[in-house]
């Protein structure tokens, strides 16, 4: 049975008319797209983004004081909340499918709506108690944890199904038995994970994340979001500099962390860094998938070392496939060498004049 969704304290709905000609939104008012981002949602029953009266945006917001002009001036702890927010209603909404395990993008989304939840709450520790924050992360790491060992294996046997139907038959047999050994053990990973969600330690955590929004842990209700993310892209920057020549898999994955950390933390400045910080979240999107799909080949050839068995056709099968991986990691490697400089580039653009933490 699904949760109801825990309001913002505070939380109220205001309808802003811009200033701005033909109906657009002016630059001192968040758009519809950035407020929803970090959380905000429409009146029940109000129109879509795209059928909404020109010239107006009715949005819920955390209630706020007026800053100048009467439009709401936000602080910092209704960013960071609100974000939560987003992230507890994602959870809510995949967790039953989680738990069930047929549909693979619920154990998706619902990873990824803890993930986020990690980076919010690093990004914005700043705002709350500091042993509240790194004890509800480590909690947080440990549920994404057993969610990504479910994921793994899904992404993993998605790959591994496509790649066999254009095989020889001789290896498609040996595939279908490395299939069903997938299945086994992702059987399991299930098992925990549904033990996991149905035990008290989730719960604590689920009660802790619902509880923060109504009384949030604040220490301050201040500070710089947009400092915070530049500080994140320097820490990107600064680990791509030191890569070798030739990095190896815990190198690239090293650096698509802090590519996940600079990209979320600007997803909760971006109202604020506006459309340059747009262009950095969208290029770090693709740089995170280029190093995820170097992340995906280093799994495949870990799972053949454990799992593929010792007949000629399993081998066969292991050694093509391991050649395949070399040339996937090749590829992503190649592709993040010819993004970089673009991330950079709109990193610059977005940061230059923010003065990191």
């Known amino acids: 049975m699904a949760r109801p969704t825990t309001p913002v304290a505070g939380t109220e709905c205001r309808t802003w008319k811009p200033r701005s000609p033909e109906g657009s939104l002016s630059a001192d008012v968040p758009s519809i797209d950035s407020l929803e981002r970090l959380g905000a949602t429409r009146t029940p029953g109000a129109p879509s983004a795209s059928t909404i009266r020109p010239g107006y945006a009715t949005v819920y917001r955390s209630s706020v004081p007026k800053g100048r002009n009467g439009m709401p001036a936000s602080s910092s702890v209704d960013h960071v909340l609100l974000a939560m927010k987003a992230q507890l209603s994602a959870i809510h909404a995949h967790e039953a499918g989680a738990r069930n395990g047929q549909d693979p993008e619920d154990v998706h989304q619902m990873r990824v709506a803890i993930r986020r939840l990690r980076a919010i709450l690093r990004a914005g520790r700043a705002v709350f108690n500091p042993k509240w924050v790194e004890g509800l992360r480590r909690e947080l790491k ?35 038995r490395l299939l069903r050994h997938l299945d086994v053990d992702r059987a399991r990973a299930t098992a925990g994970l549904r033990a996991a969600l149905a035990g008290p330690r989730y719960a604590r955590v689920h009660a802790r994340l619902e509880a923060a929004l109504i009384r949030p842990p604040i220490r301050t209700a201040e500070v710089s979001l947009p400092g915070i993310a530049a500080g994140e892209f320097a820490k990107l920057r600064k680990a791509v500099k030191k890569l070798p020549t030739h990095p190896n898999a815990d190198d690239l994955h090293a650096v698509r962390i802090k590519v996940k950390r600079a990209r979320y933390a600007t997803e909760l400045a971006q109202p604020m860094v506006a459309r340059p910080g747009e262009r950095f979240i969208k290029t770090a999107k693709r740089l995170q998938d280029i190093l995820g799909e170097h992340q995906d080949a280093v799994v495949v050839e870990a799972y053949l070392r454990r799992a593929i068995d010792r007949t000629q056709a399993a081998q066969t099968l292991a050694q093509q496939l391991r050649k395949q991986q070399g040339k996937r990691r090749d590829q992503a490697l190649a592709a993040f060498t010819e993004q970089w400089p673009k991330i950079k580039r709109r990193g610059r653009r977005a940061f230059g004049t923010v003065t990191a933490p």
């Open 142 to 176: 440990w549920l994404g944890t057993r969610l990504g060992r479910v994921r793994d294996l899904d992404v993993l046997h998605a790959y591994l199904r496509s790649w066999l139907t254009a095989r020889p038959a001789v290896e498609r047999i040996a595939g279908r």
